[in-house]
Structures are given as C-alpha cells and as structure tokens.
C-alpha cells in the first residue's frame, strides 16, 4: 500500500489539510468540501453547484451537503436561475466574502511558508508531477482505467 500512488495522494492531502486548517485556525475549520465549494464562490460568483462539480471533481452529493452548512453558516445565498429554473445561483453573502478573503490570505501565506520550507527543485518537480495528474484527470483517462483479470495458473 506503500507505492500505491491513489493512497499516497489522499494520505498527503489529508496530512496538508489539516495543516493547513491548524495554520488557520479553528474559527476558519471547514470541510473540504466546504472549503472547495466557499473557494470556487469566491473566484465566480454566481456559480452552480453543477458548474463547481465539475471544477472541483466534487460529487454533487458533497457539494449539496457543503452548500447546505455554508448557507446555515450565513456564507452563501441560493437564487433560482431566471433561464433555467431547475438550477440555483449561488452566491457569497457578505460574511462569506469575508470569510473567502480571509482564506484566501491564509492560502497565500501558508504556499508562500511552504515555497521557503521546502527545497525549491523538490517543490517545482512536486508541481510539475501534480500538473501531469490533473491533466490525465481532466481528459477523462482515470475513467478508461481497465481492471486487469487475472489468469489463474494451475
């Protein structure tokens, strides 16, 4: 499990998450999911929940439950599209802009700590690897991954 590429990822991730959750601090201690769906507002707004899942990769399952605490957290409004009716708008209310600039600032403090803690050359071969991955992702390869059926020796 050690080299399995998929573990070592989330097991990272999760390790960088709450890194960072603890550099923030707990008033700013959100899902990842809350935190995707508070980010993607605070870049475009209004935004579907359809247009961030496919932004963010996020189930539409997640993002419904995100979007459901942000908004019982005064951060975000609904708004039914006036063209599309079946859609919401969402939006950032004042507090979540607030909230969306604080984080933001954190985010830029803790890449720029990161950017002076770890080696340089390491780092940029990190972004390189990470840009490589993502765009395997976005093209849709992950989804043509075939199960390799083992034959059986007797």
């Not at 899902?31 to 996020?58: D, N, R, Y």
């Not at 979540?96 to 002076?116: I, K, M, S, V």
Request: charged share 25%; aromatic share 10%; proline share 3%.
């Amino acid at each position: 499990m050690e080299a399995f590429l998929p573990y070592r990822l989330i097991r990272v991730a999760d390790r960088f998450d709450m890194a960072f959750s603890h550099y923030c601090g707990p008033e700013d201690e959100l899902s990842w999911a809350e935190w995707q769906v508070l980010w993607s507002l605070g870049e475009q707004s209004p935004i579907t929940a359809k247009a961030i899942s496919m932004h963010s990769g996020l189930s539409k399952t997640k993002i419904s439950r995100a979007v459901k605490v942000l908004e019982d957290r005064g951060y975000l409004l609904r708004k039914r599209d006036r063209v599309d009716r079946r859609f919401e708008l969402l939006s950032l209310t004042e507090e979540g802009l607030t909230r969306f600039d604080r984080l933001e600032r954190c985010a830029h403090a803790f890449q720029r700590w990161l950017e002076q803690s770890v080696n340089i050359a390491y780092l940029s071969s990190l972004d390189s690897g990470l840009a490589g991955l993502e765009q395997l992702a976005t093209a849709g390869l992950l989804q043509t991954a075939v199960p390799v059926v083992e034959e059986s020796f007797s």
